[in-house]
């Protein structure tokens, strides 16, 4: 609640900015690992508790526009996370996508994005139904705190 009430929406690209930042930041900003091409970062409007986006630092909106170095780069630090997570967390589960454009319901369709979404058996309840809201049982500061070192353990 304390980050959504006071929120200001970026005026420009959230992921390039938090791509520009540096590693004295990383905890404000959620950058949970920073690479050569791209880096990872909690989703400060998670889907689902531990819910990380990877990104490259290159402002591109397509998985074609992106170089080899940017695309390998990207799928280890999904790799890197999944791991993670199963290393701290052990969900049943993920969900890893990417949304390619506005119509594929990309929010930020300019600078493309992989979400990693752990999942538990029985992870919804009844808030997003009749209260149009999510419950997620851990703040995001715990969560960075909890999977940033198992994510560069991962990395190996």
């Known amino acids: 609640m304390a980050f959504v009430s006071g929120h200001t929406p970026p005026t420009g690209c959230f992921l ?23 880096y990872a970062l909690l989703n400060a409007f998670p889907y689902n508790t531990g819910h990380v986006m990877v990104a490259p630092y290159r402002h591109a909106g397509d998985l074609a526009d992106l170089t080899g170095e940017e695309l390998a780069e990207l799928w280890h630090w999904v790799k890197s996370v999944i791991a993670a997570h199963r290393d701290t967390s052990r969900p049943d589960g993920f969900n890893v996508g990417i949304n390619l454009g506005e119509a594929a319901g990309a929010g930020t369709p300019g600078h493309l994005h992989v979400h990693v979404v752990p999942r538990w058996g029985g992870d919804t309840n009844f808030m997003p139904v009749i209260a149009d809201a999510k419950v997620l049982p851990e703040m995001l500061s715990e ?7 198992a994510i560069q353990e991962a990395t190996g």
Not at 17 to 24: D, N, Q, T, V, W
Not at 143 to 149: M, S
């Open 16 to 38: 390039c900015e938090k791509g520009r930042g540096s590693p004295e930041g990383d905890e404000k900003d959620l950058v949970l690992a920073r690479g050569v091409a791209a």
């Open 143 to 149: 969560t960075w705190r909890r999977l940033c070192p």
